[in-house]
């Protein structure tokens, strides 16, 4: 069982930065993948962004060079750093994780973002 508890999101201006943290309980090693995914109102739940415990990573196309995820072992916790902001980035976004004994996904209660001048 592994719990996931977000935090960082806000309001920010096009152009801006926010940084989202998921912290994993018990422990992050519990988790053989990671990652975030957002949904805009009125939208399907879309991938931001994936890392594996071998640290492979994977984003969106529409994040590629603008956002960066990363994970921290020594604080049990996961990042996705957001840099040049877009409107369309709007949406609430869900940290993940799974495990595979038992398959099974994790999910955060959700932060909203919200670019906006």
């Known amino acids: 069982q592994v719990q996931l508890v977000e935090s960082g999101g806000g309001l920010v201006q096009p152009g801006g930065s926010l940084r989202l943290s998921c912290a994993a309980s018990?422990?992050?090693?519990?988790?053989?993948?990671m990652g975030w995914y957002r949904q805009a109102p009125g939208e399907e739940r879309e991938l931001v962004a994936t890392i594996s415990t071998g640290t492979s990573t994977n984003y969106a196309d529409s994040v590629k060079g603008r956002f960066t995820i990363s994970r921290d072992t020594t604080k049990n916790s996961f990042y996705l750093q957001m840099n040049s902001l877009k409107p369309e980035d709007t949406a609430v976004y869900y940290c993940?994780?799974?495990?595979?004994?038992?398959?099974?996904?994790?999910w955060g209660q959700g932060t909203q973002v919200t670019v906006s001048s």
């Open positions: 018990p422990t992050i090693f519990n988790l053989n993948a």
């Open positions: 993940w994780g799974w495990t595979v004994k038992p398959s099974r996904h994790y």
